[in-house]
């Protein structure tokens, strides 16, 4: 079974500086991948997905990531992050050879932005 | 449309009672999912539902437990006998259904539930 671990639980960063969030995951085949926000009261957005092709992919808010299948990754970043940017991020894998796309997630990362 | 909305957003009820949350997708959409979300972990499926039918639960549904779509139109989920531990975030999401391999989930607010 698939699976996604997020190995930092809480990650405080000054605003303007940058952010890496990281994720792996265990799979058997080529995941797809997802990166998705909660911010307190609001339900999940995602900010960008990998299914194939180019590693590096760009989501929305000024995020991308890079999917490194040597190393089981699927690290967030961003240059420069914003206090609006404080909230919990989720990595998240889709079986596609299991029927229903069910959504595997990892246990989160709490971003807190200093001023 | 506004996006996939949950009713109510907080419960807040004692151990033993029932409690009914109700989940209203995207129109159109044909598959929606429920997934639990407790605190400082990420969400786990649930179960899913494609137009009316249930096809998939996962094994952390027990049977206190029971999820309905009827018309393949909003969905309720309802617990019974409530127990301190089911006391989390319960999130509602839909999809549409595609020749892609994968379509994108979008998800409700939630329903915190707090069972006293």
């Known amino acids: 079974a698939q699976s996604v671990t997020q190995p930092d639980i809480h990650i405080t960063v000054s605003e303007g500086a940058s952010l890496e969030l990281r994720c792996n995951y265990s799979?058997?085949?080529?995941?797809?991948l997802f990166w998705y926000v909660q911010s307190p009261g609001q339900g999940l957005q995602l900010l960008l997905k990998?299914?194939?092709?180019?590693?590096l992919v760009q989501g929305i808010k000024g995020f991308e990531a890079e999917f490194k299948r040597s190393q089981s990754s699927f690290n967030l970043r961003k240059p420069s992050v914003h206090w609006s940017d404080a909230a919990e991020y989720f990595c998240?894998?889709?079986?596609?050879?299991?029927?229903?796309?069910?959504?595997?997630f990892g246990g989160g990362t709490r971003v807190l932005v200093k001023p | 449309d506004t996006g996939v909305s949950q009713n109510p957003r907080h419960k807040i009820t004692k151990r033993g009672q029932n409690v009914t949350f109700r989940c209203d997708p995207i129109?159109?959409?044909?598959?929606l999912y429920w997934y639990r979300q407790t605190l400082g972990q990420g969400p786990e499926f649930l179960t899913y539902?494609?137009?009316?039918?249930?096809?998939?639960k996962s094994r952390l549904l027990s049977d206190r437990f029971s999820a309905e779509r009827p018309k393949g139109s909003f969905s309720t989920l309802e617990i019974q006998r409530t127990e301190q531990g089911d006391s989390a975030m319960y999130l509602c999401?839909?999809?549409?259904?595609?020749?892609?391999?994968?379509?994108?989930?979008?998800f409700g607010p939630g329903t915190r539930l707090t069972v006293l």
């Open positions: 999401a839909s999809s549409p259904i595609t020749a892609s391999s994968y379509n994108e989930q979008f």
């Open positions: 799979y058997g085949a080529t995941p797809y």
């Open positions: 990998y299914f194939s092709g180019d590693t």
């Open positions: 998240a894998v889709v079986s596609i050879k299991a029927a229903g796309n069910k959504l595997t």
């Open positions: 129109s159109e959409h044909n598959r």
């Open positions: 539902f494609q137009n009316e039918a249930q096809l998939e």
